[in-house]
């Protein structure tokens, strides 16, 4: 391959500088070495691999800061190699990996393991999340700092709540002594442990036991009230409900720092998703009514939002297939990010700046990590997509180990042509 590639005849939406228009990208060693609408317009570069983008849309190849794997200790369902497979198909080129595996990611030589185990079978960057409590069981703190200083980029018990407020109030306040970010699960566990999907009329018709909004919102003001007692890095890793959003937006109307954000299906998709019983579509927390999911676009759309993440979860056939209320929780969604956020490009009428924000720069910066961006000297993790192609998710085509994604037969919008990292094209249609 050459060491210069350059990207022509693209619409280049960058959300980090605001530009959105026609223009051309010239990629040396790895990053960006120049960008701009003029870029080419004499001659094409001595040398470079061309890469005719044809009018599709070129943006900074997607963050994702909530994946779960199953290396190590559940291989069947995802490993290191699969997920990177799966993002790279996606259009995302880094990924934060919860520690949710067996042995729990607690332990400074685990994150180390992660780390170069992902660097020799993954196609993308990944990031591990260590333990925010020593095997997730919420009672004790792990090594926040020994396990920064090992490469553990946030703190997290993946998709359990911490019960205990003392025992989270240490956390936010010792993980605030080493800068260390926190990814909060939100969901008191009490109001939740009967319920299997949203709480409502629609779950009474089902026979299924609800688990209300107020649940979560619960878990969110007790945060926010934790957070005012200790100024933590602090991420609250996924919200569903209106009544969260409006508390994240009181709170930093109270001069808070904080972020949130939201999965791609609880953008697109309801708890009549769930349909006739239909265990793809279980997840946590559970999808919401619509005025919910309403409240979740509207968040993207004011800014109140910042991330969007896939909340990638994948689960074996064997977990999955069992009555509703036996199912285990959890959807896939790095191949499907994408054209699911493009939806509210398509349907709500989001200008795509404003859509890929949230995908790009917004979830960078809150990690602090150099990508995100397309600028002079940046990491030239690029994708390119076509904006308008029709697809129905098919599960055929999935890289994952694993189908359990609750957008299957669903017609979208959005292709993935050409994925880079680092220039170096990891993955093409």
């Known amino acids: 391959m050459s060491a210069r590639t350059a990207i022509v005849n693209a619409r280049i939406v960058d959300p980090a500088?605001?530009?959105?228009?026609h223009g051309a990208i010239l990629i040396e060693?790895?990053?960006i070495a120049d960008i701009g609408p003029r870029l080419f317009n004499d001659a094409k570069p001595a040398g470079a691999e061309i890469i005719d983008a044809q009018g599709h849309v070129v943006a900074p190849a997607l963050v994702d800061m909530r994946v779960f794997t199953g290396e190590p200790g559940a291989e069947h369902r995802e490993t290191l190699k699969s997920a990177g497979d799966a993002a790279a198909a996606g259009g995302v080129t880094s990924i934060v990996v919860m520690p949710n595996t067996d042995p729990v990611i607690d332990d400074a030589a685990l994150v180390e393991f992660i780390k170069r185990r992902a660097d020799t079978t993954a196609k993308v960057h990944v990031h591990p999340a260590a333990a925010l409590t020593r095997g997730l069981k919420g009672e004790q703190m792990?090594?926040?700092?020994?396990?920064?200083e090992a490469g553990a980029i946030a703190f997290t018990d993946g998709d359990r709540t911490i019960a205990s407020s003392l025992i989270m109030r240490r956390c936010l306040a010792y993980a605030a002594n080493f800068d260390a970010l926190i990814l909060a699960h939100v969901e008191d566990p009490a109001l939740a442990a009967a319920g299997h999907m949203n709480e409502g009329a629609f779950a009474a018709r089902m026979g299924l036991g609800g688990i209300p909004p107020t649940a979560e919102a619960i878990a969110v003001e007790r945060d926010l009230h934790l957070l005012a007692l200790t100024n933590a890095r602090y991420h609250l890793a996924q919200i569903s409900c209106a009544a969260s959003l409006d508390a994240v937006a009181r709170a930093r109307q109270r001069g808070l720092k904080l972020t949130c954000a939201v999965s791609a299906h609880h953008?697109?998709?309801?708890?009549?998703?769930v349909g006739e019983y239909k265990t793809f579509a279980k997840v946590s927390p559970p999808l919401r009514g619509?005025?919910?999911?309403?409240a979740m676009v509207e968040g993207v759309r004011q800014g109140t939002i910042d991330a969007i993440v896939s909340s990638h979860d994948p689960q074996a056939p064997e977990t999955k297939r069992l009555p509703f209320a036996q199912a285990a929780y959890g959807a896939i969604g790095l191949e499907t990010l994408l054209p699911a956020a493009l939806t509210l490009h398509h349907e709500a009428r989001m200008p795509l700046i404003d859509v890929l924000r949230c995908l790009t720069i917004g979830p960078a910066n809150i990690l602090r990590l150099p990508c995100g961006r397309l600028a002079k000297g940046a990491p030239a993790d690029v994708v390119l997509f076509d904006l308008g192609a029709p697809r129905k998710i098919d599960p055929a085509d999935?890289?994952?180990h694993t189908k359990?994604?609750?957008f299957v037969g669903r017609l979208m919008q959005g292709r993935v042509l050409r994925t880079l990292v680092g220039g170096k094209t990891v993955y093409a249609s």
């Open 290 to 294: 619509e005025s919910d999911r309403v």
């Open 267 to 273: 953008l697109t998709l309801n708890e009549q998703d």
């Open 142 to 148: 792990s090594e926040i700092g020994l396990l920064k």
């Open 17 to 21: 500088s605001g530009f959105d228009g």
């Open 398 to 400: 999935f890289h994952s």
């Open 29 to 31: 060693g790895g990053a």
């Open 404 to 406: 359990n994604s609750p």
